[in-house]
């Protein structure tokens, strides 16, 4: 019965092709709480991680299961997306800011998540990112911009009004909204297997987009947006993990499946702007 209700919205919005390029969908997920855990990194150990701030599901904390997640509720607009993601907590000039609240000149700092293909060659069918899927993007133990080799490429800060060009390496010195963004791009070829435990190393990114024999299933490629409230002026910007260049994102699939599948199918593979949801 609920996928009836749900997926009756989202077939208007297919219908209506809200605007964003080419087949996908974005969801918009507000900060859920900050904790010391990490669950893919960590499981079952309290404490044991520098502070992330999470996005999505509510439970997340480091004796989550796929049940509990699913369970636990969701700060995302959409109830069926369940999914936790998490980024180290930045801190300006010493000071812990959320990803949350609002600019100097009253914009409101988003969280949000966009699934699509773009990096993979154009008529690519992608798969459903199976239940339980969890993926680590970028090195939060990176001593240099070197270390970490997705930055200005997968990882990259902004502004959020994509004022600043390119995809810089490090926090801008300044943005006209007063609100600084950080972008972390997920790998999506996947070989088939899933562990139940730490997933990266079965994810590899596509190549001129194509995915490589070793990872030939291609998934939808996950991108979540981070913006923080930091003022006209942006300062020193540290992580929890350290500087800048450790930036890095955790991301756990528990959505409901069924909703999930509906709009890889018929927005991405579709090739139909679902726009935000």
């Known amino acids: 019965m609920r996928c009836v209700v749900v997926c009756a919205f989202l077939a208007v919005l297919v219908l209506l092709g809200e605007a964003w390029a080419g087949g996908s969908f974005i969801v918009v997920c507000g900060y859920s709480h900050s ?108 001593m240099s911009e070197a270390d970490n080799p997705k930055l200005g490429k997968e990882i990259y800060w902004g502004c959020s009004d994509n004022s600043v060009g390119g995809k810089p390496k490090a926090p801008p010195p300044s943005c006209p909204t007063g609100i600084i963004s950080l972008h972390v791009g997920f790998p999506n070829c996947w070989d088939g297997v899933l562990t139940g435990e730490n997933d990266t190393e079965h994810l590899r990114y596509p190549s001129g987009g194509v995915c490589p024999d070793t990872h030939p299933i291609p998934l939808p490629r996950i991108i979540l947006r981070w913006e923080y409230p930091v003022g006209y002026e942006t300062g020193d910007i540290m992580l929890s993990s350290g500087p800048p260049y450790t930036a890095h994102g955790d991301f756990w699939q528990t959505w409901d499946q069924t909703i999930l599948t509906w709009l890889v199918n018929g927005c991405i593979n579709r090739e139909v702007p679902c726009g935000k949801l």
Request: charge should be positive; charged fraction near 15%; glycine fraction near 12%.
């Open 35 to 142: 904790r010391a855990d990490d669950p893919i990194i960590f499981p079952r150990s309290p404490g044991a991680s520098h502070m992330h701030d999470f996005i999505g599901a509510k439970d997340t904390n480091a004796f989550s299961t796929l049940a509990s997640m699913l369970a636990g509720g969701t700060a995302c607009k959409l109830a069926a997306d369940t999914a936790g993601a998490w980024t180290p907590a930045l801190y300006r000039n010493g000071v812990q800011v959320d990803p949350t609240g609002t600019g100097p000149d009253g914009r409101k700092a988003r969280t949000q998540i966009y699934y699509n293909r773009s990096n993979l060659a154009s008529g690519t069918q992608v798969q459903v990112p199976p239940p339980d899927l969890r993926i680590v993007a970028g090195n939060g133990h990176a």
